[in-house]
């Protein structure tokens, strides 16, 4: 009979576990979602994301361990909601419910520099008319790089040489953000990070003109 009790005792400390393990927000992987540093109390939900002039971007919004009835995922750009006919997907497991959403921009913008993007949600809350009853969030601060080709007369004339390709933004950038758009140039010109030279806020590579003439992704 006791050990019967004890059985019960720790199905039940199991089950209150489980029902009590909080709503839990984040964003889905993405490499150009970076953290602060240092990381400042208080700014654990915000990322920093490095995008460039033009790029198109996917952002995914997670809720772990909500439960029903699940309330709407809201978005914001600034602050001002942003509607989108796509619908999230919701998965049930073991009583409680996961949530996936997306946020797509098109043609990133050098004005968009500093835009704050936000998901969020509260457990319970479905009431449509008021956007400022959620309190859960994560948010993404966009960091917007532009892209300059610089060209020299005799390169211009001759269509031979070196071109310098500058990747710019209009502040400067914290450890995290330094080397992911190091990774990106890499990515796009197939050079070594130590091929990028930086001064105050803009990084640089040198180019033959033949490898870029071909390369999508610069031109």
């Known amino acids: ?90 998965r049930t497991k073991n009583g409680s419910v996961f949530v996936e959403d997306h946020l797509k921009i098109d043609k990133i913008t050098e004005e968009m520099h500093g835009s704050t993007v936000s998901c969020e949600y509260a457990g319970g809350q479905n009431d449509s008319s008021d956007w400022n009853a959620y309190s859960g969030r994560v948010e993404a601060v966009l960091r917007v790089f532009r892209l300059t080709i610089e060209v020299s007369e005799i390169v211009c004339d001759t269509c031979e040489g070196d071109l310098k390709l500058v990747f710019k933004e209009n502040r400067a950038g914290t450890r995290n953000v330094e080397k992911r758009i190091k990774d990106k140039i890499t990515e796009v010109t197939a050079l070594k990070p130590d091929d990028i030279s930086v001064d105050n806020f803009e990084y640089s590579v040198t180019l033959p003109v033949d490898t870029i003439k071909d390369n999508d992704a610069i031109l």
């Open 1 to 90: 009979m006791m050990a019967s009790s004890m059985a019960f005792a720790v199905m039940l400390l199991s089950v209150t576990t489980v029902l009590s393990v909080p709503v839990q927000m984040d964003w889905g992987v993405n490499p150009d979602l970076v953290n602060f540093h240092p990381i400042q109390q208080g700014t654990e939900h915000i990322k920093l994301m490095v995008v460039m002039v033009g790029d198109s971007i996917d952002l995914e919004c997670r809720v772990a361990f909500a439960t029903h009835p699940v309330s709407e995922i809201r978005w914001k750009i600034n602050g001002d909601p942003e509607i989108k006919p796509e619908k999230p997907i919701m």
